[in-house]
């Protein structure tokens, strides 16, 4: 998915082989705070955090995927919360009409947090896991093989 931010990156094939030896070496080091020396010959130390972060982000764009960084506080359109949740803009203003996503309007432009798209996100998901391991189970009771 690619939002419209213009911090998205998307990596060169030069850039994702960069990526991929980068993350190799940083994964061995994500439980400790992570120093850097510059070009320069400046240090700077990272928090773990952030040596986390950034050996996932490294790993995205290994794997050539185009990453975008989104605060939690962000406010989206409906247009970029529906390719967030990968579904039509209009179901996503269903939604919202509905009150299933809080929602604030600037204008008459409804503007939504990233923090709630992805708890409404996570929520979906997790109802969807529910639903699939209580089928699986279902299956497992009647003999049909799954």
């Known amino acids: 998915m690619l939002l419209e931010y213009p911090g998205t990156v998307?990596?060169?094939?030069?850039?994702?082989?960069?990526?991929?030896?980068?993350?190799?070496?940083?994964?061995?080091?994500?439980?400790?705070?992570?120093?850097?020396?510059?070009?320069?010959?400046?240090?700077?130390?990272?928090?773990?955090?952030?040596?986390?972060?950034?050996?996932?982000?490294l790993t995205e764009m290994s794997q050539g995927n185009a990453v975008t960084l989104i605060p939690l506080h962000a406010e989206l359109t409906t247009r970029q919360a529906a390719d967030?949740?990968?579904?039509?803009r209009p179901h996503v203003v269903k939604l919202?009409?509905?009150?299933?996503?809080?929602?604030?309007?600037?204008?008459?432009?409804?503007?939504?947090?990233?923090?709630?798209i992805a708890a409404f996100k996570q929520f979906q998901e997790g109802t969807r896991r529910q639903a699939l391991d209580e089928l699986a189970a279902q299956a497992q009771e009647m003999g049909m093989g799954y």
């Open 10 to 57: 998307v990596p060169t094939p030069a850039e994702a082989e960069l990526a991929a030896k980068a993350s190799r070496t940083l994964s061995r080091h994500t439980k400790q705070a992570l120093r850097i020396r510059l070009d320069d010959g400046e240090e700077l130390t990272l928090p773990t955090a952030a040596a986390k972060l950034l050996t996932h982000l």
């Open 84 to 88: 967030y949740l990968n579904v039509s």
């Open 96 to 116: 919202l009409e509905m009150k299933k996503i809080p929602f604030h309007k600037v204008g008459t432009h409804r503007r939504i947090r990233f923090s709630d």
